[in-house]
Structures are given as C-alpha cells and as structure tokens.
C-alpha cells in the first residue's frame, strides 16, 4: 500500500467514526515524510490506528490541582480587519501540558505570542505565574554564538552561572538525541538542530511555564518521540507546558486540547 494510499484509507476510516480527519491526517503525512517507513510500519492499518486515536479521545486524565500557571480570558485579536482570535479561553496548572491546534493560519502562533507577552490582544486578559520558557517556531538562535554560547547566555539570564548553564544545555540536547559538544556557529546549524537548540534554550533553568510552537520540525522521527517523552517528563515534574502542535495523536495525553478551528 502506498504512502497515498494509507492516508486516504486512514482520512476514510476516520469520517467514518466521525472523527474530523484534516488535521490528523496531515500530522501522519509529515510523520512519513520526516521518517521515510511505509505507513503500515510507522502506524499499522489505516483501521486500526484510526480505532486506537478514536479510544485515545476518549480516554480523559486526571486534571492536576496545581497552582495556574497561565490563565488566558477572552482574548481576541485582529490584524487590520481580519479577525484572527475571537474570545479565546485557556487555562494550564502546573503539572498540566495543553495542546493548541487548528489548520494553518487560524492563529495558534498569535495565541501563543500573546500567552508570552510578546504581542498584546485587542480584547481580554491573560495572566501568567512563575518563569516562562519560550521556544517560537523558528528564529530564536544567534547566527554567531555555538551551543555552549548560547547555553551560557541564557543560563545567565536565568541565574545559572556559565558551567552549570553548559552542563544543564548538554544534558537536555542529549534528552532529544544531539551532542552539541563542539557543534560550530548557528548559522551553521541544520533547521532541525536549531529547533532542537531552541528547545533546549526554553528549558533552561527549569521554568514553570513552558511555550513551545511546533517545536519539533525538522527533527526525524526518533527525536519527535524524544520531544514528546520529554514534555511528559516536563510535566510529571509539575512544569505546565503549552504545545503548539498539528499532532492530536498526542491527544489522549495532554490535558487540555484547545481547537481553534478552521482559517481565521
Ligand atoms: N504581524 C502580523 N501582521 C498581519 N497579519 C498577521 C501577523 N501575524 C500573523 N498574521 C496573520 O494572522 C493569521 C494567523 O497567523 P498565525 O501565524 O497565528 O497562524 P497559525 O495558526 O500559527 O499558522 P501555522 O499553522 O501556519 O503556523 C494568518 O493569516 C497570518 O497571516
């Protein structure tokens, strides 16, 4: 069975069970894209995996009680006249990961940017609690600062003095399969390896409050599973994370899943 093939039985199996399929679907075909298995390897048959995703929906976790660490009320944003966030609500505690998803353009960068402070809405409030850790969606690296360099600087921003910083950034890029143990420059860095840099960057120092926007592109598949194993661990160690993603097969594991729909 082809890669085609396997997603239009996966899209097919998934309307039938009522499950809107879009998303889904385009998550599994960058998947294949980034890992190069045939689909029947990487996930099995079309029916069965679109069983397995349909009982993950509705497999509901125990919320966590801890304190909010980002409370977002009523946002709304427009850009000149195009609306883009209408009246968004979205509430994460420590200990809780929240995954933001909806087709390209509906906003979920702009949300993101706004639970950051980096852009404010035009309507509602959003509060945060405890120290933020940032990774956009691409950018955030220095051009000419190695990984160390950039491990120091950042520790240091985050009262980590220049060997505890390295150490700490060594630590976690090994979390997601990288040495960068005397890698060169940034502007020397595959796509891949500055996400994963980036990555590092927003755990530094272990804040509260994690903000990831699509993370993991350009990592193969092995480090988009060590993304992922490292979130849970993130979270288990009572860091609240919001994810940016298309991967609602991650959904029967995060705690809250904001959709925020089709194009704004
Ligand atoms: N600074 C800006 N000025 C004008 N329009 C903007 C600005 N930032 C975003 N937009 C527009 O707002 C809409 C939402 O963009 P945003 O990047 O938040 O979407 P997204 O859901 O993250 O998309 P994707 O999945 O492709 O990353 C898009 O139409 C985009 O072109």
Redesign the pocket.
């Known amino acids: 069975m082809s890669t085609d093939e396997w997603l239009h039985a996966l899209a097919a199996e998934l309307r039938r069970r009522g499950v809107e399929a879009g998303a889904v679907v385009a998550e599994a075909a960058s998947h294949l894209r980034e890992s190069g298995e045939p689909p029947l390897t990487v996930f099995g048959a079309p029916a069965a995996y679109a069983d397995a995703l349909v009982d993950s929906l509705r497999t509901p976790r125990p919320r966590s009680h801890g304190p909010v660490r980002l409370d977002v009320r009523g946002v709304t944003k427009s850009?000149g006249r195009?609306r883009?966030l209408t009246g968004v609500d979205l509430t994460v505690r420590a200990g809780e990961v929240a995954a933001i998803v909806?087709a390209?353009?509906?906003?979920?960068?702009?949300l993101l940017r706004i639970c950051a402070g980096l852009e404010a809405p035009d309507a509602g409030t959003v509060h945060r609690s405890g120290a933020l850790g940032w990774c956009p969606?691409a950018g955030g690296t220095a051009e000419f600062l190695t990984p160390d360099e950039h491990f120091t600087l950042v520790g240091a921003g985050r009262g980590l003095a220049r060997p505890a910083a390295r150490d700490a950034g060594r630590r976690a890029a090994a979390g997601v399969d990288w040495d960068p143990a005397g890698a060169p420059q940034g502007r020397h860095l595959s796509g891949g390896t500055r996400q994963k840099l980036n990555l590092v960057l927003a755990g530094l120092g272990e804040p509260d409050l994690m903000l990831l926007d699509e993370p993991y592109q350009g990592f193969d598949h092995g480090s988009y599973l060590d993304f992922w194993a490292q979130v849970w661990d993130w979270r288990d160690a009572g860091r609240a994370v919001v994810v940016?993603t298309h991967l609602l097969a991650a959904a029967d594991r995060v705690d809250t899943v904001l959709d925020l729909g089709g194009r704004?």
Do not use: E, F
């Not at 390209?104 to 702009?110: M, P, R």
């Open positions: 850009y195009r883009v909806g390209n353009g509906c906003g979920k960068s702009t969606q940016v704004a």
